[in-house]
RNA sequence: CGGGAUGUAGCUCAGUAUGGUAGAGCACAGCGUUCGGGACGCUGGGGCCGCUGGUUCAAGUCCAGUCAUCCCGACCA
């Protein structure tokens, strides 16, 4: 490709739209436009990366035996009803009238039009196992869109869906997806991390989520140096040293806190750390009103009590509720008196003398124990820390940040129940279909590698998905013999396959490196008249900072020589 | 949906307190000088001052409404 016919409409200002590297660098290099909020362009340089990723992923997907098809944007009501997210999707789903008045939705995922093609043409065991993807645009109209194309409203991703036989066969559908993701996400170089992740309201028993690594990341990642235990903070499981449980020591006393209803006031009035409060959360369920116990410099892991209890809605009581149960005010509620089911964290269990409300407006309790209430149990119920034990091997927990880049769930029987999608086994007995989803963002897996590979400069795009892996740059285009052997490195590049712009503008030299730059190319050839006096020419990697000079007979082979040693890694 | 902010040239922004002919830098076009890390000079093109209504002799500026964008929060395959 030759530079000065390219569309490569590059900025030299940041855009002030741009909140994070990734963004600020695909808008300046030419990647993205945007259209609207959370909709975007992608331009012929960006669109070139994420051809590589798709590409990378199809291979990926193929080696697995996975076909590759597509649905459609569009999809009609009925089939949302019968899955039964017509009404628990949320706005997030975007609702259209057609011209007949007929209801529809775009595309925000693909199980109720995957399921309903393989019940309609699948009708024996021998058909399957089965799985099916597609790289196609989706739509999820998010309540806030933001950083570009990591979290855009229309965006490309990939869905496989598997259908198997049984609890096996998904099971080895879903080790296939996961090597195959381990796979891609390595060839597009990446430092990242599968992690273990919560089901959602997708549902369905085990899922892991694949992290790419970086500060800016949305999501946080706790795991364990000791094991290799990694996990969504949702998700991650609390270990717990057993101790003996202490006994009583002081004598329980009601006293009187006025306006002191947060942790950090109570504590800080009483004299007493954080760490020896115990907060009472109360929550608002589908069944019912119900209290959660937690240490006072802790927070309640919602996930971890709706999925320990089976709840569809958990949220947190407004006051009203607050003082009909307890008596109390908000930021007086303790666990002592009350009857509503209460929960408490693990923690709990080795505290003494601790303080609670009083459930009486400004009043706490002091030298509270175990003893002095009643819990339906003790569970680990807290969001996990960094410093906290591994749930595996008692080590210690750290925190990292990351960017999910894809996601794995093993559905099970949620979607081909309640859309009947049947086979007839070799008994000849009509059973569901074992299935399996796997995502993988493919726009925000091109923003990962740029949040993952930058500096001052510019993107320092991993090699096998950077727009170009090579840049041949003449340093003065007016000069004849730069500009011969450019072209004849240029052609020769090409020829042995490789992927090569050359940039023949007639630019300041200073315009074509920096645009060389922002635009992360990994190799780069430049060939200047001062150089070439002796014969030579400069051969630069993105990712290096200093150059070295070769002869210009031996540039072809050691440019393939890194190239070569780029792919293999 | 709650809180905060911003809409003026393609981009970054000034001008708005005090109403009076629309500005700068970058980008773009032409000419000249430059030419190994985003050059310089001269000339030029480019504006529904987000939109609608109001106040006024006069509105980018004041008032009301509206739309859009961004940030924080709640939410999230």
Known sequence: MRYSKMFIPTMKEDPKEAEILSHRLMLRAGFIRKLASGVYTWLPLGLKSLKKVENIIRQEMNRKGAQEIIMPFVQP?????????????????????????????????HEEVVTDLVRREVKSYRELPLILYQIQTKFRDEIRPRFGVMRSREFSMKDAYSFDIDEAGAEKSYMDMYDAYMRIFERCGFNFKAVEADTGQIGGSFSHEFMVLADTGEDTIISCGGCGYAANLERAEVGFVDREVPHTKGQLKDVETPGQRTVEEVSEFLGVKPDKLVKTIIYNTDRGTMGVLVKGDREVNEVKLRNMLNLDVIELA????????????????????????????????????FVVGGNVRDVHTVNVNNEDFKVKGYY???????????????????????????????????????????????????????????????????????????????????????????CVLPVNSSHAESMELAEAVYKELLYKGMDVIIDDRSERPGVKFKDCDLIGIPIRVTIGERNLKDHMVEIKLRKEKDSQKVRKEEVIERVLNYANEFKRR
């Open 77 to 109: 009501k009925e089939l949302w009803e019968e899955s039964g997210r017509w009404e628990k999707y949320g706005k997030e789903l975007l609702r259209i009238r057609d011209r007949n008045d007929r209801e529809l939705c775009l595309g925000p995922t």
């Open 318 to 353: 407004d006051e009203e509720t607050i003082e009909k149960t307890t008596g109390g005010p908000l930021g007086f509620s303790g666990p002592i008196g009350l009857s509503i089911p209460l929960y408490a964290d693990r923690d709990v269990l080795f505290m003494e003398d």
């Open 380 to 470: 680990d119920l807290k969001v996990a820390e960094p410093g906290d034990f591994c749930a595996r091997c008692g080590g210690t927990y750290s925190s990292t940040r990351g960017i999910e880049v894809g996601h794995i769930f093993k559905l099970g029987l949620k979607y081909s129940k309640a859309m009947n999608c049947t086979f007839l086994d070799k008994g000849g007995k009509e059973i569901h279909a074992v299935m399996g989803c796997y995502g993988i963002g493919v726009g925000r897996t091109v923003a990962a590698a740029i949040e993952q590979g930058h500096d001052e400069n510019g993107m320092i795009m991993p090699f096998g998905i950077a727009p170009f892996e090579i």
